[in-house]
């Protein structure tokens, strides 16, 4: 077994620093982001005017709706539109 | 985990809290990712856990499973960026696989710190991986400054004690 002395678990606690807090947080908010893709997905496939809005220009479509388009929202959903 | 799969919500926060600063380390130590391609790299990882939480029966393979994914999607993203200066990972100076061991080693003295003391923990963690002074470790834990190295000393050697009687000889981790 390698020898941790103090100095050696210093050095390992000093190895993993904190993550940006905002990069935490929305990682820690990607069940919510879920739950909102899939309500918009879902919404897309029963009204195809919505549908049409979205493919059209998606950042506005979901502004107008009350959607905030964050990138991970955004991404997921030209994946989930174009497939 | 198990709380995870169930779709609870504080779990799968207390999951990215516990893996956060080990997939960070992983794209901005191991890999030297930018930050904005580690922001990333970061963000598909937890995206990806999240999506294959019900494969994820195994909960002590998790870090493992974490460590691999990540390292996988920065290389992934390494070899599909325009930039010239690294396309090889494992031509990086000292080696990919001796910072992840390195940063193997520092994740489970992570997971031993939490069976410090709060107090303890908050002191080692301030000081070592927030790189804070002895000055605003006192005001924010609201304790003397000068008392601040002393009380280090003391968890790092309880720290000790308990990676030892996690880890012991016979059944060392790698």
């Known amino acids: 077994m390698t020898a ?25 908010e990607l069940p919510l982001a879920r739950g909102r893709l899939d ?3 879902a919404r897309a496939e029963a009204d195809l005017a919505f549908r049409d809005a979205l493919i059209a220009n998606l950042e506005e479509a979901l502004r107008l709706e009350g959607y905030e388009p964050d990138a991970i929202l955004l991404d997921e959903l030209r994946r989930r539109l174009e497939s | 985990m198990a709380r995870c799969r169930a779709g609870d919500e504080d779990a799968w926060r207390e999951l ?7 997939v960070f380390a992983i794209c901005s130590q191991a890999f030297r990712l930018r930050t904005e391609d580690a922001e ?10 999240y999506q294959h939480l019900e494969k994820l029966r195994d909960d002590d393979a998790i870090r493992a499973w974490i460590g691999q994914l990540t390292r996988r999607l920065c290389i992934d993203h390494l070899r599909s960026s325009s930039r010239e200066e690294i396309v090889d990972p494992d031509a990086l100076p000292g080696g990919v696989d001796d910072a992840m ?5 520092a994740f489970a003295v992570h997971e031993a710190m939490g069976e410090l003391t ?14 804070e002074s002895y000055q605003t470790i006192g ?6 400054s ?3 190295a002393s009380r280090i000393s003391r968890c790092l050697a309880r720290l000790k004690e308990i990676f030892e009687g996690r880890n012991p000889p016979s059944h060392a981790s790698s």
């Open chain 1, 4 to 28: 941790y002395d103090e100095h050696r678990l210093a050095e390992l606690i000093k190895a993993l620093p904190p993550a940006p807090q905002a990069w935490v947080e929305a990682a820690q």
């Open chain 1, 39 to 41: 309500e918009i997905v």
């Open chain 2, 16 to 22: 990215v809290s516990r893996f956060s600063r080990y």
């Open chain 2, 40 to 49: 990333e790299v970061f963000q598909e990882v937890f995206a990806r856990t």
């Open chain 2, 101 to 105: 061991e390195t940063l193997d080693e």
């Open chain 2, 118 to 131: 709060e107090n303890c923990r908050e002191i080692l963690d301030r000081f070592f991986a927030r790189d």
């Open chain 2, 139 to 144: 005001a924010a834990l609201e304790i003397p």
């Open chain 2, 146 to 148: 000068g008392t601040i």
